[in-house]
């Protein structure tokens, strides 16, 4: 089965964005497919490549850049949240003259229309947060 | 469509992703729920605190093509809101109607 997932939690409060990688992970042990992760609103700071977690809390961008990098997933985040957030990568980074990129880059800032192109081919749509 | 027009991002994030969804010509409905319905109020005004009028995007919603708006008729009743005073003419649903509305559906996206 092809799952699409939309993260609307924030990385850093409640569980949503830490039980949205445990799906992906079990989806795809399981046999089914994750082409495509979307971001939105709050969830869009999973994608920070500045965030400093305390040594003795998981780090909660390690398994969405392992479901990247192992599986080919891909992370979009939604830029009109993203640059709300301070989300930018290299190209909006300098398209508003911002100091550096914040964006990791094993995430993509794109347009909705990533989002409905991914639930269109999807069988399933899982939401966390909101 | 599930949150008040102002306590939080994800109203307007609602209403973004239905514009878009318009504009990407997908076949999709919306049903405002719970406090949610409050987005729909004809008489609105979030000047005072620096926000974009939801009322007033939503009024743009028949340009994007959305096949019909549905309302949760309790929440209206709950709020005191009658259906003369939404901004887009929508369609009360009690709770039934709303179990066999989000099981007709393909995909739900909900928040």
């Given at each position: 089965?092809?799952?699409?997932?939309?993260?609307?939690?924030?990385?850093?409060?409640g569980h949503g964005?830490r039980h949205?990688?445990?799906?992906?992970?079990?989806?795809?042990?399981?046999?089914?497919?994750?082409?495509?992760?979307?971001?939105?609103?709050?969830?869009?700071?999973?994608?920070?490549?500045?965030?400093?977690?305390?040594?003795?809390?998981?780090?909660?961008?390690?398994?969405?850049?392992?479901?990247?990098?192992?599986?080919?997933?891909?992370?979009?985040?939604?830029?009109?949240?993203?640059?709300?957030?301070?989300?930018?990568?290299?190209?909006?980074?300098?398209?508003?003259?911002?100091?550096?990129?914040?964006?990791?880059?094993?995430?993509?800032?794109?347009?909705?229309?990533?989002?409905?192109?991914?639930?269109?081919?999807?069988?399933?749509?899982?939401?966390?947060?909101? | 469509?599930?949150?008040?027009?102002?306590?939080?991002?994800?109203?307007?994030?609602?209403?973004?992703?239905?514009?878009?969804?318009?504009?990407?010509?997908?076949?999709?409905?919306?049903?405002?729920?719970?406090?949610?319905?409050?987005?729909?109020?004809?008489?609105?005004?979030?000047?005072?605190?620096?926000?974009?009028?939801?009322?007033?995007?939503?009024?743009?919603?028949?340009?994007?093509?959305?096949?019909?708006?549905?309302?949760?008729?309790?929440?209206?009743?709950?709020?005191?809101?009658?259906?003369?005073?939404?901004?887009?003419?929508?369609?009360?649903?009690?709770?039934?109607?709303?179990?066999?509305?989000?099981?007709?559906?393909?995909?739900?996206?909900?928040?």
């Amino acid at each position: 089965m092809i799952y699409t997932l939309l993260v609307l939690s924030s990385p850093t409060s409640g569980h949503g964005g830490r039980h949205a990688a445990a799906f992906a992970q079990a989806a795809i042990a399981r046999g089914h497919q994750i082409e495509r992760v979307f971001f939105l609103d709050q969830g869009t700071e999973t994608g920070s490549q500045m965030a400093v977690m305390p040594q003795d809390e998981p780090n909660r961008l390690q398994p969405w850049l392992e479901l990247a990098e192992q599986h080919g997933v891909e992370l979009v985040l939604c830029i009109a949240s993203a640059l709300k957030h301070g989300m930018l990568d290299a190209g909006e980074a300098a398209r508003y003259d911002r100091p550096c990129a914040t964006v990791h880059p094993a995430f993509v800032v794109s347009g909705l229309g990533q989002f409905i192109d991914a639930t269109d081919r999807a069988d399933r749509l899982v939401t966390f947060g909101g | 469509m599930r949150h008040s027009p102002y306590g939080g991002a994800l109203a307007r994030a609602a209403i973004d992703m239905a514009m878009a969804m318009g504009a990407f010509e997908q076949d999709f409905e919306l049903l405002f729920m719970g406090t949610g319905v409050l987005q729909l109020l004809d008489d609105q005004d979030s000047h005072q605190i620096g926000l974009r009028n939801a009322g007033r995007l939503l009024s743009s919603l028949p340009l994007y093509d959305v096949e019909r708006v549905f309302v949760d008729a309790d929440a209206l009743q709950h709020h005191g809101i009658g259906l003369s005073d939404l901004v887009v003419p929508a369609e009360p649903l009690d709770a039934a109607a709303i179990r066999d509305l989000l099981g007709s559906a393909d995909h739900l996206v909900s928040y």
